[in-house]
């Protein structure tokens, strides 16, 4: 796909417009509701999808981390297209998948991957953040494994008052988008009438 920066932004925003965001009334996995539903997963695991966002998402990973890591369903398909496309650039960048909770047996792990040694720096990928909580989960797991987190890197920011709650925990939020440029992106008009209405989006915490 031979675009610049400036086009693989628009076309994978255009993308998320079409096919991740619904106008209508959904009912998030914290009890709220709301007009705006955004489902990364069908950009996130298209082909498409994962050349642009492996691309910009790398763009703002901190020069000085050595693996990108998310939590398990959503950042699973980021931390790989980031890590191929790294490699593809000669950077060495391994990815890694924290589990929602430690594995029930062999090693009881809660971090799937390459793990390097202890003090090295990871960068957080999220798909959409709302109130941070998933993206914090991730950040403790690695933070008590002994790494280094600074940053979190996402495709949507919901403006919900994540940006507030993951700057308290010391750390930067960078997101490829607002869910208010999707939203205007999108021509989504007429409310959805789908059952599927009530199902929250991919990565809204429960708290």
């Known amino acids: 796909m031979a675009l610049d920066a400036a086009g693989a932004r628009e076309r994978l925003l255009t993308l998320l417009a079409e096919r991740a965001y619904r106008?209508?009334?959904?009912t998030l996995a914290s009890g709220r509701t709301s007009p705006h539903y955004v489902n990364c997963k069908p950009v996130s695991?298209?082909?498409?999808?994962?050349?642009?966002?492996?691309?910009?998402?790398?763009?703002?990973v901190e020069a000085g981390a050595i693996a990108v890591a998310g939590l398990t369903l959503?950042?699973?398909p980021l931390v790989s297209a980031v890590a191929?496309?790294?490699?593809?650039?000669?950077?060495p960048l391994d990815a890694l998948i924290v589990r929602k909770e430690a594995k029930g047996h062999g090693t009881g792990a809660w971090l799937e991957g390459p793990l390097p040694a202890a003090g090295a720096t990871i960068c957080v990928l999220e798909?959409?953040?709302?109130?941070?909580?998933?993206?914090?989960?991730?950040?403790?797991q690695l933070r008590q494994?002994?790494?280094?987190?600074?940053?979190?890197?996402?495709?949507?920011?919901?403006?919900e008052g994540g940006l507030e709650t993951l700057t308290?925990?010391?750390?930067?939020?960078?997101?490829?988008?607002r869910l208010s440029e999707v939203a205007a992106r999108s021509s989504s008009a007429a409310p959805a009438s789908s059952p599927s209405a009530s199902?929250?989006?991919?990565?809204?915490?429960?708290?």
Do not use: C, N, W
């Open 23 to 26: 106008l209508g009334q959904f």
């Open 45 to 60: 695991l298209s082909g498409e999808g994962l050349e642009l966002l492996g691309a910009l998402l790398l763009e703002h």
């Open 199 to 207: 199902t929250p989006t991919s990565s809204t915490p429960t708290a």
């Open 84 to 91: 191929m496309r790294a490699s593809l650039d000669g950077r």
């Open 127 to 140: 798909d959409v953040v709302t109130s941070g909580g998933s993206a914090l989960k991730a950040v403790e």
């Open 168 to 177: 308290a925990a010391g750390l930067e939020l960078a997101s490829l988008f």
């Open 74 to 76: 959503g950042a699973d």
């Open 145 to 159: 494994a002994g790494y280094r987190v600074e940053r979190v890197v996402a495709i949507v920011d919901r403006e």
